[in-house]
């Protein structure tokens, strides 16, 4: 599976080497989970599994996403599924930045709290987004040819005229004339996927926090495991 955002640093091209080193073990810890690259390309994965996954990011838009599609992937969908627009664009990034110091508390406060709208808004943006920034203020978005993320195909597509993405799973529908998306048929519904995701996420333990939250000590007694 792939997440429906892109991530600069991302593991993605590095997984299958990481996950041969590590073979099946029965704990797999990731201090910075990003976009879940290598937790989401682990082979042999089937809901019937029983082993221990912790994932940790410290940034909590990101840790908000997943905990989000984990409680609520239908109204993460209804949020994200929206057309490429740059007056949204700032619009988003000012409530995205409006909220942060917010979010971080009450994720880390409660294991239970999610804001759906915002976790649907950032991977929307995030997606529309070109480089680093989206979530500093005064950062302007790259549109040129190098665009990526939920509107385009490949590694790295063009965010204009034939894009792809938070639109559906593997060759997904344009997003123009014959888009698809939260109100798609099949298993190119974009509801669809999240929901995937939400089940691959079932028994993942998100952490939001410092990477030394999850690796080394007794970290399982810092978070009250």
């Known amino acids: 599976m792939k997440a429906p955002f892109p991530y600069f640093g991302g593991k993605s091209t590095v997984a299958s080497k990481v996950w041969h080193a590590l073979g099946d073990c029965k704990h797999y810890i990731e201090p910075f989970f990003g976009s879940g690259a290598v937790l989401l390309s682990r082979p042999n994965w089937s809901t019937g599994t029983r082993f221990a996954e912790t994932v940790n990011d410290k940034d ?3 840790a ?15 949020w994200c599924d929206w057309p490429v627009n740059h007056a949204d664009l700032s ?79 593997g060759q997904i529908p344009h997003v ?10 099949g298993k190119n519904n974009l509801l669809y996927w999240f929901k995937l995701l939400s089940a691959r996420l079932r028994y993942v333990r998100v952490v939001c926090g410092d990477w030394n939250l999850v690796c080394g000590g007794n970290w399982q007694d810092s978070l009250g495991i």
């Open 91 to 169: 619009a988003r990034k000012k409530e995205l930045i409006k909220n942060e110091n917010r979010l971080l508390e009450n994720l880390t406060n409660n294991p239970e709290w999610f804001d759906a709208k915002l976790a649907g808004y950032w991977i929307w943006a995030a997606s529309c987004w070109i480089g680093d920034g989206l979530t500093s203020i005064g950062q302007i978005p790259h549109v040129g040819h190098k665009g990526k993320g939920v509107h385009g195909i490949g590694p790295r597509p063009h965010v204009c005229d034939t894009g792809k993405g938070v639109h559906g799973i």
């Open 60 to 62: 909590g838009f990101i």
């Open 64 to 78: 908000n996403v997943w905990r989000s599609l984990q409680f609520d992937p239908g109204e993460v969908s209804k």
């Open 176 to 185: 123009g004339h014959k888009g698809k998306g939260v109100h798609g048929i």
